[in-house]
């Protein structure tokens, strides 16, 4: 059974710090990512990363500001966020695939999710 649970969001002020964290079981991945929606709006990659080289992937909104990482041992992948905005807010969601090697931009490249986590930034 392949499970991927989030945790770590909540609420924060602008400005501040919140590291989420994804543990994957059930199987490995070749790549896993961050997404984050918000209501009435697609799904936006967040950052990647693939698996066995820890090269990553940013989008150009975070930056400088997000950085995503993983634990090889703990099979877990963070996304340590800084200098929160308001717009950051959204849920923000784990994905992983086993068969992409690329770190891809797009949702849909992605067989295995998250529950999401909310994360609310406040002005």
């Known amino acids: 059974q392949v499970q991927l649970v989030e945790s770590g969001g909540g609420l924060v002020q602008a400005g501040g710090s919140l590291r989420l964290s994804c543990t994957a079981s059930?199987?490995?991945?070749?790549?896993m990512a961050w997404f984050r929606q918000v209501p009435g709006k697609e799904r936006d990659f967040v950052a990647g990363?693939?698996?066995?080289?820890?090269?990553?992937l940013h989008a150009d909104s975070v930056k400088g500001r997000f950085t995503v990482s993983r634990d090889d041992v703990k099979n877990t992948l963070y996304l340590q966020m800084s200098s929160l905005k308001p717009e950051d807010t959204a849920v923000y969601y784990c994905?992983?695939?086993?068969?992409?090697?690329?770190?891809?931009?797009?949702?849909?490249?992605?067989?295995?999710w998250g529950q999401g986590t909310q994360v609310t930034v406040s002005s």
């Open positions: 994905a992983a695939d086993q068969r992409i090697i690329l770190i891809s931009i797009r949702p849909t490249a992605y067989d295995y």
């Open positions: 990363i693939r698996w066995s080289t820890g090269s990553s």
């Open positions: 059930g199987r490995t991945f070749s790549t």
